[in-house]
């Protein structure tokens, strides 16, 4: 069985960005990775058709296909493209969902879906961070027993 491959549809230039990401981290994942950037004022139509090349080229027996919006025009031009077996569609693309999806690529196209959504889910969250110019300076013989405790 060949890995899964990966095409991700979205608005001018974020597909063809997030692709050069990935290349970035995993050089060799060129020929599995693909992306469709859906132009201003392209018709449907012709993002579609070039969805349906782009498909064909990657010559896999699964494709995971990522788009960026759920109900913009590259998510609905991906509905129209997958078949739901041999090709799955996640929209909300972003770059932990890509890595995660490229690093499995080699599992059965069930396990690559899940572990993208867990990806891009897991890849969201708030970081706190506290500038040294906004911290509190301490006196050295201050010995505040609960200041381990934050």
């Given at each position: 069985?060949?890995p ?5 549809i979205?608005?001018a230039p974020l597909?063809h960005?997030l692709?050069?990401?990935?290349l970035h981290?995993f050089?060799?994942?060129?020929d599995?990775v693909a992306a469709?950037?859906?132009?201003p004022?392209?018709p ?7 969805a349906?090349?782009?498909l064909e080229?990657?010559?896999t027996?699964?494709t995971?296909v990522l ?7 590259p998510?609905n031009?991906?509905q129209?493209l997958v078949?739901g077996?041999r090709?799955r ?5 972003n ?8 690093s499995?690529?080699a ?14 889910t ?11 110019q906004?911290?509190?300076?301490r006196?050295r013989?201050?010995?505040d ?6």
């Open positions: 069985m060949s899964t491959s990966i095409l991700i979205a608005h597909a960005a692709r050069e990401c990935a981290v050089a060799d994942c060129g599995s469709l950037d859906v132009q004022n392209q449907p139509e012709e993002s579609l058709a070039q349906r090349i782009l080229q990657l010559g027996d699964s995971l788009t960026d919006v759920f109900g913009a025009t998510c031009v991906a129209r078949d077996v090709t569609l996640v929209t909300g693309a770059l932990p969902m890509l890595l995660r999806a490229v499995y690529r599992e059965p196209l069930d396990s690559v879906v899940s572990r993208a959504v867990v990806g891009g897991q890849g969201v969250m708030q970081v706190a961070i506290s500038a040294p906004n911290q509190n300076r006196n013989h201050d010995q027993p609960y200041d381990h405790q934050q």
